[in-house]
């Protein structure tokens, strides 16, 4: 893998170069791609596609951006979002009639062969169709649940993937209007937070303030396929591998099923305590270049700790400037047996329109 991205890297150099020397530096969007090239060479990944995003803010249409783009997420472990990059940057080459973009091209067309070779995957699984709802209707689109009193709730970015409006829905059938707060691109994460919340939560969900990931200890997720009943229930596994990822400690892999459209599910100890949020495997193939081999019906899971920190940082980002509470830290867990009917309303289904 490592080698693969450092051919491509090389393979980009001499390119992205030669449009490097024919750019104004009065261009913010150009400076901002040659700050992403020098920190992509010094080895400063996250910062350099940091700079690329900030780029294509500014020039949403350039070619050499979204390639420099694949790369890099490519070699973090990103491969949806390598790919999605690397056809973007496809089409915008095609556009073109100049040598460099045509000389590119090859270029970026060997990068998606070589991507959906190791990835295990085809071009029809990127196909626009099957990511955006039927304008003007609402479309399920996935799972997630809420954390804490604020509103907010986690899912996994393809739950909201390519939608103008997002709402979700509660059990009982009732609605709520829901925004996109901030979308981790590394971990396919999403946390989003209610406009205006329609339900009190008596008994919000918190994340785990000590979890272990001990290999082979039980865990739990809800089978969402039996909220909307009265026969609500958890599917239950085990803990595969304490590190999932080559190059990550912040994802479990797990022998646990995962229903296809539960993605961003709660993952629960064997104490009700909420320790991460689940990913079929088919998802975490399509994300992650680095997995660490894994059976066929394994499953995976984004550990507590990371989810805790990065929300911990948004609700204070929301606080500055306001007199809002902070969030009580409420974790009594849940019981695994007989999940409490106030406790349903912590998860939801997510249904987006455009």
Known sequence: MRQFNSKIIWGLTVLIWGFLINISEA?????????????????????AIQAYLKALVIEPDSAET???????YFEVGSGAK??????????????????????????????????????????DDFRLDTLLPTEGEWKPSGVGFLIGKQGHLFTSASSIEGANKIRIRFPNGQTASAKLVREFIVYKI????????????????AFEDNPH??????????????????????SIGKILKENAL????????????????EDGGPLFNENGKLIGLILSKPFAQKSFSYLKDSPEKASFAIKSPYLKKILSR?????????????????????????????????FIFLETSN
Do not use: C, W
């Not at 020098?38 to 996250?46: A, D, F, H, V």
């Not at 290999?215 to 969402?224: H, L, R």
């Not at 190059?247 to 646990?256: E, G, R, Y």
């Open 27 to 47: 261009n913010s969007a150009h400076s901002l791609y040659k700050q992403g090239f020098s920190l992509s060479i010094e080895g400063k990944t996250q910062s």
């Open 66 to 72: 979204h390639h420099s783009l694949g790369v890099l």
């Open 82 to 123: 390598a790919i999605d990059h690397f056809k973007k940057a496809e089409l915008l080459y095609k556009g073109r009639n100049d040598k460099k973009a045509n000389f590119n091209l090859t270029i970026v067309r060997n990068n998606l062969e070589k991507a959906y070779k190791k990835l295990g995957l085809n071009p």
């Open 190 to 205: 999403a946390i989003l937070k209610l406009i205006n919340p329609v339900v009190s939560l008596i008994y919000p969900f």
């Open 213 to 234: 990931f001990k290999e082979g200890s039980t865990v739990y997720t809800m089978d969402f396929s039996k909220l909307a009943t009265t026969n609500h229930s958890l």
């Open 246 to 261: 080559e190059n990550s400690d912040k994802v479990i892999q797990l022998d646990l099923k995962v229903k296809k459209g």
């Open 314 to 346: 948004l609700i204070d980002f929301e606080k500055q400037g306001s007199k809002q509470p902070r969030e009580a830290n409420l974790n009594s867990g849940i019981n695994v047996n007989k999940i409490p009917k106030e406790m349903i309303n912590n």
